[in-house]
């Protein structure tokens, strides 16, 4: 495996090494996997290397106006699949937050980090406020965009 993976300039690997929080064998045999296949726009992987530059911040809720985690990340819906699988976050998985009721993106995932870091200091009727702007009935956004697990 070794060698520098390109696209239009850009080290792939490098890239995806950013996105990846464990630098394991696996993981970088993983990434490299994935660097290959980005590569490879015949079977439209080019979208998978443009999706992970950004990020994502999200807050997750119990229930309308209760408990509340606010999370950045760089691919929203495998996070929101840990979370709603129990393999995300400890607090949330012990505390049933599980609705995604809000989503933002960000082009770079510095900003994203940024900006988890300012909501996650406000009082929490800002964030009802920033919340209820775009969903106003606290609907679980992931089952409005992708159908209840369950049904599955």
């Given at each position: 495996?070794?060698?520098?993976l390109?696209?239009?300039?850009?080290?792939?690997?490098?890239?995806?090494?950013?996105?990846?929080?464990?630098?394991?064998?696996?993981?970088?045999?993983?990434?490299?996997?994935?660097?290959r296949r980005?590569?490879?726009?015949?079977?439209?992987?080019?979208?998978?290397?443009?999706?992970?530059?950004?990020?994502?911040?999200?807050?997750?809720?119990?229930r309308?106006?209760?408990?509340?985690?606010?999370?950045?990340?760089?691919?929203?819906?495998?996070?929101i699949?840990?979370?709603?699988s129990?393999?995300?976050?400890?607090?949330?998985q012990?505390?049933?937050?599980?609705?995604?009721?809000?989503?933002?993106?960000?082009?770079?995932?510095?900003?994203?980090?940024?900006?988890?870091?300012?909501?996650?200091?406000?009082?929490?009727?800002w964030?009802?406020d920033?919340i209820?702007?775009?969903?106003?009935?606290?609907?679980?956004?992931?089952?409005?965009?992708?159908?209840?697990?369950?049904?599955?």
């Amino acid at each position: 495996m070794g060698g520098r993976l390109e696209l239009g300039g850009l080290d792939v690997c490098a890239i995806l090494k950013k996105v990846s929080i464990h630098n394991s064998h696996a993981n970088r045999v993983r990434r490299e996997g994935i660097a290959r296949r980005v590569l490879d726009t015949r079977q439209g992987f080019l979208p998978y290397a443009i999706m992970h530059k950004g990020g994502w911040v999200y807050i997750m809720a119990d229930r309308y106006r209760g408990g509340m985690y606010t999370g950045v990340t760089a691919d929203l819906p495998r996070r929101i699949h840990e979370h709603k699988s129990g393999s995300g976050s400890q607090h949330v998985q012990e505390t049933g937050k599980t609705m995604l009721v809000y989503a933002e993106r960000y082009e770079d995932i510095a900003d994203a980090i940024a900006r988890e870091k300012l909501v996650k200091k406000w009082r929490r009727e800002w964030k009802f406020d920033l919340i209820e702007r775009d969903n106003p009935d606290w609907k679980d956004l992931w089952v409005e965009w992708y159908g209840d697990e369950d049904e599955n």
